[in-house]
């Protein structure tokens, strides 16, 4: 057995005593023992109830994860294990399924979501709804995004249940509606109106993932904290006329200015707890070269976290989004013939606000730069998703995480501040301490064509079934009775 070190220690040791039967060390604790699960008919399973759900087509819009749901419903209820159903709306209905513990300690939740993207079928060399096995992998829309954790956190209920695990905690299974931009008749719905049905005091949902590079673990992933989207609709007015008699009232070109001075902008470099420990720990995995640019981001002085920033900016734009506010302009409308000068023109920017950020002052700093009369700076219309509340590294939770990534993928675990939107925001802004969780995936997929929302979206059925038993243990690490 590999010696394991770091701030886990104990708590990564018991899992293990557990896991491989053996006794506890002097001083320590065991809970009663289970038999362990038949992994190789684990495995089977797993893969029978994935495909099935591959297979629906919940695609979002227009919403129909009704199948999924009957589905999933009728598995555990099979199992003896009770089954709630809440919906907004008839064909999108959220399940929510529940193993009591002792109530020695608040429940753990698991989420996954049915719906998935909508897909152009002219591109899909496998049918999107085919659940095709090839080459090792597994192929259809919503095989990373996010039918994979639907499948883990069944198989993690069915597991606890077969298995009579002890809990001291309850734990909490949501298979929620809605997550691809129709929360309203998901995450928003269950919390909004059925929210003791899933309070807990820590949540494992998407979010994260294992990163490989060549086919080797380098890191896994685990969202901590994400950025909240909104949107700026800027609105240029200027006298509409003939294109052969140029105005420098022309609504186009106080836009293009104004749209110009914004990408130029550089909002300022936040640091937090999840973003700080991020970069220290990445700088350790990387080259000498890469890792004196990370570590320069938590230097004091400005000019340094100025210079990474500005290569970070050309060269790794995701990081870079990861220190501050963002800001892309990804619409613009204006004029409607050749020989027209328009009256209006508007662009819209995709924001995504760094939690610490105050969203008022924000605006009033954009309509500061623009600062053009003729262009008016406004909140566009968007699902706001509620500020994120505050998830810690020190928890029982991450502590947890962090024992089964090394016990399962023998690396190190990146607190990660996404900069995409989950339906977590909602239940952090309730108090819950949420952890994104995912599968190893291929880092060199997402430019191949094979990642999240693509269009040939798949998944490893070995990571699959790796990514099974490591939310089995971090849930049974969390709620087993001590």
Same mark, same amino acid.
């Given at each position: 057995?590999?010696?394991?070190?770091?701030?886990?220690? $104990?708590?990564?040791?018991?899992?293990?005593?557990?896991?491989?039967?053996?006794?506890?060390?002097?001083?320590?604790?065991?809970?009663?023992?289970?038999?362990?699960?038949?992994?190789?008919?684990?495995?089977?399973?797993?893969?029978?109830?994935?495909?099935?759900?591959?297979?629906?087509?919940?695609?979002?819009?227009?919403?129909?994860?009704?199948?999924?749901?009957?589905?999933?419903?009728?598995?555990?209820?099979?199992?003896?294990?009770?089954?709630?159903?809440?919906?907004?709306?008839? @064909?999108?209905? @959220?399940?929510?399924?529940?193993?009591?513990?002792?109530? +020695?300690?608040?429940?753990?939740?698991?989420?996954?979501?049915?719906?998935?993207?909508?897909?152009?079928?002219? +591109?899909?060399?496998?049918?999107?709804?085919?659940?095709?096995?090839?080459?090792?992998?597994?192929?259809?829309?919503?095989?990373?995004?996010?039918?994979?954790?639907?499948?883990?956190?069944?198989?993690?209920?069915?597991?606890? +249940?077969?298995?009579?695990?002890?809990?001291?905690?309850?734990?909490?299974?949501?298979?929620?509606?809605?997550?691809?931009?129709?929360? =309203?008749?998901?995450?928003?719905?269950?919390?909004?109106?059925? $929210?003791?049905?899933?309070?807990?005091?820590?949540?494992?949902?998407?979010?994260?993932?294992?990163?490989?590079?060549?086919?080797?673990?380098?890191?896994?992933?685990?969202?901590?904290?994400?950025?909240?989207?909104?949107?700026?609709?800027?609105?240029?007015?200027?006298?509409?006329?003939?294109?052969?008699?140029?105005?420098?009232?022309?609504?186009?070109?106080?836009?293009?200015?104004?749209?110009?001075?914004?990408?130029?902008?550089?909002?300022?470099? =936040?640091? @937090?707890?999840?973003?700080?420990?991020?970069?220290?720990?990445?700088?350790?995995?990387?080259?000498?070269?890469?890792?004196?640019?990370?570590?320069?981001?938590?230097?004091?002085?400005?000019?340094?976290?100025?210079?990474?920033?500005?290569?970070?900016?050309?060269?790794?734009? =995701?990081?870079?989004?990861?220190? =501050?506010?963002?800001?892309?302009?990804?619409?613009?409308?204006?004029?409607?013939?050749?020989?027209?000068?328009?009256?209006?023109? +508007?662009?819209?920017?995709?924001?995504?606000?760094?939690?610490?950020?105050?969203?008022?002052?924000?605006?009033?700093?954009?309509?500061?730069?623009?600062?053009?009369?003729?262009?008016?700076?406004?909140?566009?219309?968007?699902?706001?998703?509620?500020?994120?509340?505050?998830?810690?590294?020190?928890?029982?939770?991450?502590?947890?995480?962090?024992?089964?990534?090394?016990?399962?993928?023998?690396?190190?675990?990146?607190?990660?501040?996404?900069?995409?939107?989950?339906?977590?925001?909602?239940?952090?802004?309730?108090?819950?301490?949420?952890?994104?969780?995912?599968?190893?995936?291929?880092?060199?997929?997402?430019?191949?064509?094979?990642?999240?929302?693509?269009?040939?979206?798949?998944?490893?059925?070995?990571?699959?079934?790796?990514?099974?038993?490591?939310?089995?243990?971090?849930?049974?690490?969390?709620?087993?009775?001590?």
């Amino acid at each position: 057995m590999r010696t394991m070190r770091g701030p886990t220690t $104990f708590l990564t040791a018991l899992v293990v005593t557990i896991a491989l039967g053996l006794q506890p060390a002097a001083g320590q604790t065991a809970a009663p023992q289970s038999p362990l699960p038949d992994w190789a008919a684990v495995e089977q399973e797993t893969l029978r109830h994935y495909q099935a759900l591959l297979k629906f087509d919940t695609s979002d819009p227009p919403g129909n994860e009704k199948p999924a749901a009957d589905y999933l419903a009728s598995v555990l209820a099979a199992e003896g294990i009770p089954v709630e159903v809440f919906a907004l709306e008839p @064909n999108r209905p @959220n399940v929510v399924a529940r193993l009591r513990g002792s109530g +020695k300690k608040r429940p753990v939740l698991i989420v996954g979501h049915t719906d998935v993207v909508n897909v152009d079928l002219k +591109k899909w060399t496998h049918p999107p709804f085919s659940a095709t096995r090839a080459e090792g992998y597994i192929y259809g829309r919503g095989s990373v995004d996010d039918k994979d954790n639907v499948a883990a956190a069944l198989m993690t209920m069915l597991m606890l +249940k077969r298995q009579q695990v002890p809990l001291d905690r309850d734990v909490i299974f949501l298979a929620e509606a809605g997550e691809e931009g129709s929360t =309203r008749v998901g995450i928003q719905h269950v919390v909004g109106k059925h $929210f003791a049905t899933i309070d807990a005091e820590y949540c494992l949902a998407e979010g994260g993932n294992v990163s490989r590079v060549g086919g080797r673990v380098r890191f896994a992933s685990t969202q901590t904290l994400e950025k909240i989207p909104r949107g700026i609709e800027l609105t240029a007015r200027g006298t509409a006329g003939h294109g052969s008699v140029p105005l420098r009232s022309n609504a186009v070109v106080h836009l293009a200015n104004a749209v110009s001075k914004i990408a130029a902008w550089k909002p300022p470099v =936040r640091l @937090n707890d999840t973003t700080r420990t991020y970069f220290t720990r990445l700088a350790a995995l990387s080259s000498p070269e890469e890792a004196t640019r990370y570590r320069n981001l938590l230097s004091p002085d400005p000019t340094v976290v100025a210079a990474a920033d500005e290569y970070l900016l050309e060269h790794e734009p =995701r990081h870079a989004s990861m220190l =501050r506010t963002s800001i892309s302009p990804n619409v613009i409308q204006g004029g409607y013939r050749i020989n027209v000068i328009p009256s209006e023109a +508007k662009a819209t920017l995709d924001v995504r606000m760094h939690p610490d950020d105050d969203h008022v002052a924000f605006l009033e700093a954009v309509r500061a730069l623009v600062d053009d009369p003729a262009v008016e700076v406004a909140w566009a219309d968007r699902d706001v998703r509620p500020g994120s509340g505050d998830t810690s590294l020190t928890s029982d939770a991450f502590r947890a995480i962090e024992a089964a990534v090394t016990r399962h993928y023998d690396t190190v675990t990146l607190p990660t501040m996404s900069t995409g939107a989950t339906d977590m925001a909602y239940l952090r802004a309730r108090g819950i301490q949420c952890y994104g969780i995912g599968p190893a995936i291929d880092s060199e997929d997402g430019a191949k064509g094979f990642g999240a929302h693509s269009d040939q979206e798949r998944l490893l059925e070995g990571e699959l079934h790796r990514f099974v038993r490591f939310t089995y243990d971090v849930v049974a690490d969390l709620a087993r009775a001590r």
